[in-house]
């Protein structure tokens, strides 16, 4: 009988313990909703970054990091001033795009929240870019692919016209 008490005690304690850690892990959840304006920057311009946050718990600090990408790769990330609180559970900072050849940037809060350092999911912003698929600048080789499209058409041509004559 007692070792089957100890056994029931035992796995109350162990299930306490248990909710008490989901529970704290739920009521510490955060959740940002991103605003960005202008909402589809160009390449090298300033950006205002709204972030309106919601979770439990006192936000002490709030960093915002930011990182540009191309369409094969990324910049490091870069961390920007603190974001400032403009309305309850509300900031804001502004931050310069570096890169002229970026497509996107990625951004994600650094959060205090009574005492623990907390990161938040990345969000995604997509750069305006030309027509062409470029971000304005003009370094591009316009015409370049059409060339070897044409080299290749030549070349598969004469092997063609080889075969026939054989």
Not at 13 to 39: C, G, H, R
Request: aromatic share 6%.
């Amino acid at each position: 009988m007692k070792k089957t008490q100890k056994t029931l005690t035992l796995g109350l304690v162990i299930l306490s313990i248990i909710t008490l850690i989901l529970l704290n892990t739920v009521s510490a959840a955060t959740t940002v909703e991103y605003k960005v304006d202008p909402q589809m920057p160009t390449p090298e311009s300033e950006v205002t970054v709204t972030a309106d946050i919601t979770g439990e718990g006192n936000i002490t600090a709030i960093w915002l990091e930011m990182q540009e990408c191309t369409a094969g790769s990324c910049y490091g990330w870069k961390t920007n001033a603190s974001m400032q609180e403009t309305a309850d559970m509300t900031y804001e900072t502004d931050i310069k795009l570096d890169h002229d050849d970026a497509a996107y940037f990625s951004l994600r809060l650094v959060i205090n929240r009574n005492g623990e350092w907390e990161t938040t999911e990345e969000y995604k912003v997509d750069l305006n870019l030309d027509d062409n698929g470029n971000n304005g600048s003009s370094e591009s080789t316009p015409g370049f692919e059409t060339i070897l499209f044409l080299v290749s058409l030549i070349a598969g041509a004469i092997l063609l016209q080889r075969k026939r004559a054989e």
